[in-house]
C-alpha cells in the first residue's frame, strides 16, 4: 500500500542523549534511533561502555569495537566520549542537554548524584527535558537501594518462578529449578518499558513544551509481561508456574518428536477431533477417556504416552505441515540456524547484514515494519569517541540553545497523556489487549469490537467463583480495563458497515487475527486506508503480515520455539525449553504501543497514517542478539547453561527453604571497592562463611572451574534458609540477590505495592481485584484505571452517540442479530 513518507523515519526530529550502559539504557534509546532520532551515545574515557568487552566478536578474539552485544545495541547513534565525574564533561553534558528533548539513563543512583544526573536537580536546570531513568526497582519504595542486575529482576519480578512455562513443564523441581536464559531477558524488557514509557512522554507533551521524569522500575517492567500468571492468583488463587496447574486444558504441551521437539495445542473439543483426525484416528484416541478437555486433563499421563508414541513417528515439519492443513497451531523447534536462513526470514528481512572491521554477520532487524517510516540502519554503532569532535562542533556553532529556550514556558502535561486518542480494538487473547489496555490506562478511548459468537478471551478460564461465564472470565477482565465494549457481528453486512463508519472516527486501528481473517470480512488494510487515509493500522501476528508463513498460525510456545529463544534456555546439557509467562504476547503488545504513538507522532508533523505489519517472532529475536550474532558471524551456538553466566560466577538461582522457594545469587568480579576488584565475592564469603582465599574459588576463573563445588557450598547455606531473610543479609553485605517470587508472593510485594504498580478495580461481577498497572512512574502521569467491560456494554451508546443512530434503527439492528 502507498503510505505518505517524510525522510528521516517516524522519529525525526527528536533528540536523545543516552548516558547508559551494557543493555537497558542502549536499548531503549535504540528504539529511538533506529526509528529516526538523533542519539547521542554519552560513554565513558578509557574502554567506554563496559558491553564492549562482552561478545560475541569475530574470531572470538577481543575486541571493543567489534563486540557482537555492543554492535547490535548501538547502531544508528553518535558517540562521545565525556567524563561526568570531572567538571569539564559535565559541562559538556548540560549543553547537549539544553538541546535535548529526552535523555535516557540506566546509571545506579550513586552514579546520577556524582554525574549530576539526580532527575530532579537535571529538571530543575532543563524544565523542558524528558528523564528517563531505568533502575532495578525504581527511585523510590524499600528496595530503591537495593542492588539489581539481569538475574535479581528477572527472580523478583516472576519470570523465573514462571520458566519453563506452558506448555512446557517440568517432571523433577527439585532437580529443573527455575530457570533463566543465556540472554539478557530482564535487562531487554526494562529498555523496552523504558523506551514506550519515553515516547509516552514525549507524545503527551504535545506542543507545551513541558518535561517530565519517567521513572522505570526493571522489577515492575517484567512482572507487566506476566498478566497472565498474575490474574490466575487475583481470580483464582493458583500459582501458574514451571509445574502442571488445575486450569490446564489438554494436550497443551511441549514432546518429542522423530528429529526434535514439538509443541501440540489441541485443548478444545474441536481441535481434539481434528487432531484425532489428522493421526489417521487411532482407536486409543477414540476412547470415552478422552472425548472431552476433562476427560484429556484428568487422565492426561496416559494420554501422554500415547500421543509421544504418535509424535516419535514423524519429523516435526511434517507434524506442523499436517496440523496447518488440520487448523491447529502445532510448531516444531527451530535451531537460530534454521531460523536464520528459513525461507519466512529471508522473504521478511527479519535478520540484516552488518560488517565488523570486514567481518560481515547478520542481527536482529525491525522489531516493527513501518510503511510510511521504515526502519532502516543509517549507520553503524560509533566507535569509541567516533563523533567527539562533529559533536562538539555543532555545540560551539550554537550561540544559544534553541530547543531548551523554547521549551522553558511550556505548561504541565495532563494527568493522561493519550486523551484524544481514539482507538478501534480487534485485539484477540493476550497480545494486542496488552497493549491496547496501556493505550486506555493511559487516556486514550479504546472501542473494542467483539461479538458472541467469537469470544475466545472471554471463555477463558479462570473464572469468578468457577462459574464459566462471559463476564466472568479472569483471563479477560485484567487484559481489557478501561475499554468500551462494542458488540458487533461483523459478519454479517450490516455489521461490517458499522465498523466501516467507525474506521473514519479513529486514529489507530489494531488486530491480531490469523493473517486474512479482516481481508475475508472486508475490512483489509487497503480497504481501510481507503475509508481513513490517516489512520495508523497496527496488524500483528505471530509470523507477521508478510512472508511465506503469514498464513501460519501461532500460539506463544510457535513463537518461543521459532524465534530461537527456546535454543538460549534450558538446562546444562538439556533439551531447549520454552521460556515462560506467555511473554511472545506481552511483548508484542508492548512494541504495538511505542509503534502506535511514533506513528501518531509522525502523522501530527504532517506525515499521514500508515500501516504497521507486526511479527511477533521478530519482537522475540530483539532478546537474543548476542546468540544470533554468534550464529552468523562465526558459526557457534551459545550453550544452554541454565541459571549460569558467562561473565558473573556465582551466579544461580539456588534452594531455599520452604516449599519449591528459591533465591537468586549474582556476583560480577568486576565490582571494586577499597581492597580492590571481587568486592561481591568477599561480601558473599563473609556472609556465608567462605573463605575468600581458598584457592578453589579465589579468583573469577578459579570459580568458573569449580562451579558444581561452589554452587553445592552455597545450597548448603540457602536451604536452610528463607529466601527473603537470605536475600536481605546478602544485599546488607553488598551482594545483588532477591528471592525468587511466586505470583501470589507479587502480589503482595512490598516495593511492587509501595510505588503503586498493583492497582485495584471494582468488576460487575468479578467484584474488587487487584492486578498489575503502568510499570513506571511519571510527573503529572495519573492512569485510568477502571474495569473491563461487560460484553457490549457500551454498544449503544457508541452507536448512537458516535454514529447518530436512532434508537429505532439500535433496536431494529439488535433485533436482527447484527448486535450479537
Not at 486409543?284 to 477417556?289: C, F, G, I, R
Not at 486518542?421 to 489487549?433: E, T
Not at 553466566?645 to 528459591?662: F, M, N, Q, S, T
Request: charged residues 20%.
Amino acid at each position: 500500500m502507498a503510505d505518505r513518507e517524510l525522510p528521516g523515519g517516524a522519529l525525526a526530529g527528536l533528540r536523545v542523549v543516552e548516558v547508559g550502559e551494557w543493555v537497558s539504557a542502549p536499548f531503549a534509546a535504540k528504539l529511538f534511533a533506529d526509528f529516526g532520532a538523533d542519539v547521542i551515545k554519552v560513554e565513558r574515557p578509557g574502554g567506554g561502555d563496559p558491553a564492549r568487552t562482552d561478545g560475541p566478536f569475530p574470531g572470538g578474539g577481543p575486541d571493543p569495537e567489534r563486540s557482537g552485544l555492543f554492535l547490535y545495541h548501538n547502531t544508528n547513534k553518535r558517540g562521545i566520549q565525556l567524563d561526568l565525574e570531572g567538571e569539564g564533561g559535565r559541562s559538556e553534558l548540560e549543553r547537549l542537554l539544553d538541546d535535548a528533548d529526552l535523555v535516557i539513563t540506566n546509571l545506579a543512583p550513586p552514579q546520577l548524584a556524582r554525574a549530576g544526573l539526580e532527575p530532579g536537580a537535571l529538571r530543575e536546570r532543563h524544565p523542558g527535558l524528558i528523564v528517563t531513568t531505568i533502575t532495578p526497582f525504581g527511585l523510590d519504595g524499600p528496595y530503591a537501594d537495593y542492588l539489581g542486575d539481569e538475574l535479581v529482576t528477572y527472580a523478583m519480578g516472576g519470570l523465573a518462578y514462571a520458566s519453563p512455562g506452558v506448555p512446557d513443564v517440568v517432571d523433577d523441581p527439585e532437580a529443573e529449578p527455575p530457570l533463566h536464559p543465556h540472554t539478557y531477558v530482564a535487562d531487554t524488557i526494562g529498555g523496552l518499558v523504558a523506551a514506550v514509557a519515553s515516547m509516552v512522554a514525549v507524545f503527551g507533551r504535545g506542543g507545551s513544551g513541558a518535561g517530565s521524569h519517567v521513572d522505570v522500575s526493571q522489577q515492575a517492567a517484567i512482572t507487566a509481561m506476566e498478566q497472565r500468571d498474575l490474574t490466575a492468583w487475583s481470580y483464582g488463587e493458583m500459582v501458574i508456574g514451571r509445574m502442571p496447574t488445575s486450569i490446564a486444558r489438554m494436550p497443551n504441551y511441549y514432546l518429542p518428536c522423530r528429529d526434535g521437539y514439538v509443541a501440540l495445542a489441541a485443548p478444545w473439543d474441536h481441535q481434539w477431533a481434528r487432531l484425532v483426525t489428522m493421526m489417521g484416528s487411532p482407536e486409543w484416541a477414540l476412547s470415552e477417556l478422552f472425548c472431552d478437555d476433562a476427560g484429556r486433563t484428568a487422565y492426561w499421563d496416559a494420554l501422554k504416552l500415547l500421543l509421544t508414541e504418535w509424535t516419535m513417528q514423524h519429523d516435526g515439519s511434517e507434524i506442523v505441515r499436517m496440523a496447518d492443513e488440520a487448523g491447529l497451531p502445532f510448531f516444531a523447534y527451530y535451531s537460530i540456524a534454521e531460523m536464520a536462513e528459513s525461507e519466512h526470514v529471508r522473504a521478511r528481512g527479519s535478520l540484516v547484514e552488518q560488517s565488523a572491521g570486514g567481518d560481515s554477520f547478520r542481527m536482529p532487524g525491525a522489531p516493527l515494519q513501518m510503511h510510511g517510516t521504515p526502519w532502516t540502519i543509517r549507520r553503524p554503532a560509533p566507535r569509541l569517541g567516533e563523533h567527539g569532535r562533529e559533536v562538539r562542533a555543532e555545540l560551539e556553532s550554537r550561540a544559544e540553545p534553541s530547543r531548551g529556550r523554547e521549551r522553558r514556558a511550556g505548561a504541565a502535561p495532563g494527568p493522561l497523556p493519550l486523551a484524544g486518542v481514539r482507538v478501534l480494538d480487534f485485539g484477540q487473547v493476550i497480545a494486542m489487549p496488552f497493549g491496547s489496555q496501556w493505550l486506555a490506562w493511559l487516556g486514550a478511548e479504546v472501542l473494542l469490537v467483539e461479538s458472541a459468537k467469537h469470544m475466545t478471551a472471554r471463555v477463558t478460564p479462570p473464572y469468578v467463583g468457577g462459574v464459566a461465564h462471559h463476564d466472568n472470565s479472569g483471563h479477560f477482565n485484567l487484559l481489557n480495563g478501561s475499554k468500551r465494549s462494542v458488540r458487533i457481528d461483523m459478519a454479517t453486512p450490516e455489521g461490517l458497515a458499522l465498523v466501516k463508519r467507525l474506521v473514519p472516527l479513529c486514529d489507530v486501528m489494531i488486530d491480531n487475527f490469523k493473517t486474512g481473517v479482516l481481508e475475508k470480512l472486508g475490512l483489509g488494510p487497503d480497504v481501510v486506508r481507503a475509508l481513513h487515509p490517516e489512520i495508523v493500522q497496527l496488524s500483528f501476528g505471530a509470523f507477521g503480515r508478510s512472508g511465506p508463513m503469514r498464513t501460519q498460525g501461532g500460539l506463544h510456545s510457535a513463537v518461543n520455539l521459532f524465534s530461537g529463544v527456546a535454543e538460549v534456555t534450558g538446562y546444562p546439557g538439556g533439551m531447549p525449553r520454552i521460556l515462560g509467562g506467555v511473554l511472545p504476547d506481552p511483548i508484542a503488545g508492548s512494541y504495538a504501543v511505542f509503534g502506535a504513538l511514533a506513528a501518531l507522532r509522525h502523522r501530527g508533523r504532517g506525515g499521514g497514517g500508515q500501516y504497521i505489519d507486526g511479527a511477533m517472532f521478530e519482537g522475540m529475536i530483539s532478546l537474543i542478539p548476542q546468540a544470533v550474532i554468534d550464529v552468523t558471524m562465526n558459526d557457534r551456538t551459545l550453550e544452554r547453561i541454565g541459571n549460569r553466566d558467562h561473565r558473573k560466577v556465582p551466579h544461580g538461582l539456588y534452594r531455599a527453604g520452604g516449599d519449591d522457594e528459591w533465591v537468586a545469587i549474582s556476583v560480577d568480579p568486576g565490582v571494586s571497592d577499597s581492597r580492590g576488584p571481587d568486592a561481591q565475592w568477599r561480601a558473599l564469603c563473609g556472609v556465608i562463611g567462605l573463605d575468600e582465599d581458598d584457592p578453589l574459588f579465589s579468583t573469577a576463573r578459579a570459580r568458573r572451574a569449580n562451579e558444581d563445588a561452589l554452587d553445592a557450598r552455597i545450597t548448603a547455606w540457602t536451604r536452610r534458609r528463607d529466601p527473603a531473610r537470605t536475600a536481605e543479609l546478602l544485599q546488607a553485605a553488598g551482594v545483588p540477590s532477591g528471592p525468587v517470587l511466586r505470583p501470589d508472593q507479587l502480589h503482595e510485594d512490598p516495593q511492587l505495592r509501595a510505588r503503586g504498580f498493583l492497582v485495584e478495580t471494582e468488576h460487575p461481577t468479578g467484584g474488587r481485584r487487584r492486578h498489575p498497572g503502568i510499570p513506571w512512574r511519571a510527573s503529572h502521569l495519573e492512569p485510568a484505571y477502571r474495569a473491563a467491560p461487560l460484553l457490549g456494554e457500551h454498544t449503544r451508546e457508541v452507536l448512537t452517540g458516535l454514529l447518530g443512530l436512532s434508537g429505532e434503527e439500535y433496536d431494529e439492528l439488535d433485533a436482527a442479530g447484527v448486535l450479537h
